[in-house]
Nanobody, 125 residues
């Protein structure tokens, strides 16, 4: 059974940084994608960043490109999201997701079937 556990969410001020972690277990795919999504109150969940674990290709939403970095530690089975220059509009519940074979975009909600419980990020002005 695939399990994902996020951590690292916190409250920071505008311009601050946070690093989110997502520990994954139970994945039997030989290659897979991991992604970070976020959902702000009253808004739909949106893709933030994704990484292909074998090739290391990364994908970012335009709103976070240049500020967020996704990475993966194979030895720890953990994916990270380094978030710099945070803005109030980055405030959301952040989820990680994993999928073995994507039928759609690496940042599409529908591409993933395994999800974590989320970690809250709050950015104050």
């Amino acid at each position: 059974q695939v399990q994902l556990v996020e951590s690292g969410g916190d409250s920071v001020q505008t311009g601050g940084s946070l690093r989110l972690s997502c520990s994954v277990s139970g994945v039997t795919y030989k290659t897979f994608f991991m992604a970070w999504f976020r959902q702000a109150p009253g808004k739909e969940r949106e893709g933030v960043a994704s990484i292909s674990i074998d090739a290391g290709n990364t994908y970012y939403a335009g709103s976070v490109k240049g500020r967020f970095t996704i990475s993966h530690d194979n030895a720890k089975n953990t994916v990270y999201l380094q978030m710099n220059s945070l803005k109030p509009e980055d405030t959301a519940l952040y989820y990680c997701a994993v999928e073995g074979f994507l039928l759609g975009s690496p940042l599409a909600l529908s591409s993933y079937t395994h999800w974590g419980q989320g970690t809250q990020v709050t950015v104050s002005s």
